[in-house]
Nanobody
Framework: QVQLVESGGDLVQPGGSLRLSCAAS????????MGWYRRTPGKEREFVAS???????NYADSVKGRFTISENSDKTMLYLQMNSLKLEDTAIYIC??????????????WGRGTQVAVSS
């Protein structure tokens, strides 16, 4: 019901900053929350940050104080501002949306991801 396309991934040095974007389309108004996950080879998908329709945010302990999640008023764009990047932040960052159309089961939508590489 919702299509997600990430962008903004890049190669950055430790301590640098990067801003990821996620463009959402489709049945946007059925979305209850959106968020970012990340995946590293050999590791399970890891929760990074989320934001509800009311604006409440949640962050993984590993990124608290460094990352900020936000979205525009139309909920068509989701952002992740990443500061003080560390080597361990290297991963494919994946956009996520969770919602429900009235009268149907809840759904989850996932983007294909954008690569963030932190290297000196």
């Amino acid at each position: 019901q919702v299509q997600l396309v990430e962008s903004g991934g890049d190669l950055v040095q430790p301590g640098g900053s990067l801003r990821l974007s996620c463009a959402a389309s489709g049945n946007i108004f059925t979305v209850n929350s959106m968020g970012w996950y990340r995946r590293t080879p050999g590791k399970e998908r890891e929760f990074v940050a989320s934001i509800t329709s009311e604006g409440s945010t949640n962050y993984a302990d590993s990124v608290k104080g460094r990352f900020t999640i936000s979205e525009n008023s139309d909920k068509t764009m989701l952002y992740l501002q990443m500061n003080s990047l560390k080597l361990e932040d290297t991963a494919i960052y994946i956009c996520h949306a969770a919602g429900r159309i009235q009268g149907t089961s809840p759904y989850d939508s996932w983007g294909r991801g954008t690569q963030v590489a932190v290297s000196s």
